[in-house]
């Protein structure tokens, strides 16, 4: 290896032996390299026009020097769940066969191939890309400038495509994948994941028969119409945060109650809030409904959320099958909050069954694709018909 350094910032680059970085076209080196390296004193020092200087020696005000070369199409990403084929169209398909699995020859690269755009909205007009793999990309710049930011946005995104009708899993922040537009037409990842093994053709055959063989196949026209119609829904209701619906279902498809309970709760008492602000407060009531009305809101102490429902009920902007739904949820999710008592898989499924009306009222979007997804995505929760541990056994008494 040979080092040079660059009289920009005094970083070091190392390059094999054989390649010469001043004759490379290779648009990520510095222009401005050297081979003649000034060794850094100590960590004292910092680089100040083309040299090692002191600290306190640095003019008030100083910083850094950052390199003239740029990121080239920087990327915050996300990979769907479970793993998905993005088709264009019917006849786009990879078809990976088995014998190219087992033999590992498939053509790994085309999995990162781009097929799809999201329009974002965003200030600097740059859209999402969609890969063929399900992984989806959205520009580090200036309109999602931290990794939080990126986050945020792949998540509204994700929740986007959940109202629409499409199984999607919440992103966590330590999920964040860091990636880039590649060769113009290809998302590439840094870090590594099942995704990334795959386009490498690094997967073990273990890991690559069940996402090659049978991928969950998406239609670009089918994510495309899902991520509009949930766009549409999250526009209209501003005080709804995507984070909390997406988690809440992706806890509940997990059987995980309490998490799913808490989540879709905090979204309920959202919708409760844009629906009792700007609907029922815009109401106009015959004398007899307001005398009616007059005496639930009497009840009404500490902005409590039960009357709120019972005047929604009331009004007739809920429907009788969900105030019912939300009444026995609202005890269930106390008895979480105040003794710990974890709610049944059927009070969270019975919440989540009236959720979509609560969204379409709100919303005024009707009918949500939201509707089609219920929690029986993750299956297989049982124990199996017949079983023997007896080698179990036999091993723990020898331990």
């Known amino acids: 290896m040979k080092e040079y350094q660059d009289t920009e910032t005094g970083m070091i680059h190392a390059f094999e032996d054989d390649y010469d970085p001043f004759t490379a076209n290779n648009r990520n ?5 050297t081979d003649v390296i000034k060794p850094k004193p100590d960590d004292s020092h910092v680089w100040y026009q083309r040299a090692w200087i002191k600290q306190e020696d640095a003019p008030a005000g100083y910083t850094p020097p950052v390199s003239s070369v740029p990121s080239y199409n920087p990327a915050w990403m996300a990979h769907l769940r479970p793993y998905s084929a993005v088709h264009r169209d019917a006849s786009s398909g990879l078809n990976v066969t088995l014998a190219q699995i087992n033999a590992n020859s498939y053509d790994g690269s085309k999995l990162a191939g781009v097929v799809a755009l999201l329009p974002l ?3 600097s007009g740059i859209p999402a890309l969609v890969s063929y793999d399900g992984a989806i990309a959205i520009p580090q710049c200036g309109d999602f400038p931290s990794r939080v930011d990126g986050v945020r946005k792949l998540n509204e995104i994700l929740c986007s495509l959940l109202l629409g009708g499409i199984h999607v899993e919440v992103l966590h922040a330590q999920e964040l994948v860091i990636g880039t537009l590649h060769d113009k037409t290809s998302l590439f990842a840094h870090n590594p994941s099942l995704h990334t093994t795959l386009r490498l053709n690094g997967a073990a055959l273990t890991d690559r028969f069940q996402p090659l063989m049978c991928p969950r196949v998406l239609m670009v026209d089918e994510m495309q119409k899902a991520f509009h119609q949930g766009q549409q ?14 988690s809440g279902y992706t806890a509940m498809v997990y059987r ?5 309970l808490n989540n879709i709760w905090i979204t309920v008492e959202q919708l409760t809030e844009h629906l009792w602000g700007e609907q029922y407060g815009t109401l106009t009531l015959t004398r007899r409904v307001a005398i009616c009305h007059a005496e639930v809101a009497r009840q009404i102490r ?37 003794q710990g ?34 929690s029986g995505v993750v299956e297989n929760w049982g124990i ?16």
Do not use: M, Y
């Open 121 to 123: 909205g965003n200030s």
């Open 233 to 246: 829904v999250i526009q209209a209701i501003a005080n709804l945060s995507p984070l909390f619906l997406l």
């Open 256 to 260: 995980n109650n309490s998490d799913a």
């Open 341 to 374: 008592i974890v709610p049944s898989s059927e009070t969270v499924e019975l919440l989540w069954s009236v959720l979509p009306e609560l969204l379409e009222v709100a919303s005024a979007i009707r009918p949500l694709g939201l509707r089609k997804l219920n």
């Open 384 to 399: 199996p018909a017949k079983f023997d541990f007896d080698e179990w056994v036999s091993l723990a008494k020898a331990l």
């Open 29 to 33: 080196i510095p222009k401005t390299l």
């Open 302 to 338: 500490g902005d409590q959320i039960w009357a709120k429902h019972r005047q929604l009920r009331l009004a007739k902007i809920i429907s009788r099958d969900c105030h019912r739904a939300l009444s026995q949820a609202r005890t269930k999710r106390n008895d979480l909050a105040h």
